[in-house]
């Protein structure tokens, strides 16, 4: 969703001649020209797209450390446990395509004509992901910070603040 939007932004900044040579709004302090206009939505949607991917790549760099940490982990039994690292890769990639469209759907709802939906919308995913980097390293802080030998058996409290969904009570055996 991001590499569309991103997309449509730059196809809209080089139909217009007077936006095809603006900068970002960062570029002043390399000596460069600024964003024109100022305020527009193509200049708060490219300061957006440098932004997010920035925090994305920050949020892969962070996950990729939470899955070295899990990665070790073993079962009961001595067995490396996949079954959880699968499940924080998958529920990663999950978090990554709901972020997206419901970002979409934040975006579309401002009922903003032009291409301020889309600067809407990365806006959502920026603030998302702040928020999702915040938890990914909550939970890294949570299990570096018990024993090593405890952490097969502590770890739930730990990771379930990965879960996009609100967890279901906790009660014995499942009936």
Same mark, same amino acid.
Request: charged share 30%; with cysteine.
């Given at each position: 969703?991001?590499?569309?939007?991103?997309?449509?932004? /730059? +196809?809209?900044? !080089?139909?217009?001649?007077?936006?095809? +040579?603006?900068?970002?709004?960062?570029?002043?302090?390399?000596? *460069? *020209?600024?964003?024109?206009?100022?305020?527009?939505? #193509?200049?708060?949607? #490219?300061?957006?797209?440098?932004?997010?991917?920035?925090?994305?790549?920050?949020?892969?760099?962070?996950?990729? !450390?939470? /899955?070295?940490?899990?990665?070790?982990?073993?079962?009961? @039994?001595? *067995?490396?446990?996949?079954? #959880?690292?699968?499940?924080?890769?998958?529920?990663?990639?999950?978090?990554? @395509?709901?972020?997206?469209?419901?970002?979409?759907?934040?975006? +579309?709802?401002?009922? !903003?004509?032009?291409?301020?939906?889309? /600067?809407?919308?990365?806006?959502?995913? /920026?603030?998302?992901?702040?928020?999702?980097?915040?938890?990914?390293?909550?939970?890294?802080?949570?299990?570096?910070?018990?024993?090593?030998?405890?952490?097969?058996? @502590?770890?739930?409290?730990?990771?379930? @603040?990965?879960?996009?969904?609100?967890?279901?009570?906790?009660?014995?055996?499942?009936?």
């Amino acid at each position: 969703m991001l590499a569309l939007r991103r997309t449509a932004l /730059v +196809a809209l900044v !080089a139909s217009f001649p007077s936006l095809a +040579a603006a900068q970002r709004p960062d570029a002043a302090s390399r000596g *460069e *020209e600024p964003c024109t206009p100022e305020g527009s939505a #193509i200049c708060a949607g #490219i300061e957006l797209s440098d932004t997010l991917a920035t925090l994305d790549a920050r949020l892969d760099r962070r996950h990729t !450390a939470l /899955v070295r940490l899990v990665r070790g982990d073993t079962t009961a @039994r001595g *067995e490396e446990d996949g079954r #959880i690292t699968r499940a924080v890769d998958t529920l990663h990639a999950t978090w990554r @395509r709901l972020r997206g469209d419901d970002c979409e759907l934040h975006g +579309a709802l401002t009922q !903003a004509g032009g291409t301020w939906p889309s /600067v809407w919308a990365t806006d959502c995913e /920026v603030a998302a992901t702040r928020a999702r980097i915040a938890t990914v390293d909550a939970v890294i802080r949570c299990i570096t910070r018990m024993p090593a030998d405890e952490r097969r058996y @502590r770890r739930f409290d730990c990771l379930s @603040r990965l879960r996009v969904l609100p967890a279901p009570p906790r009660r014995g055996a499942p009936s």
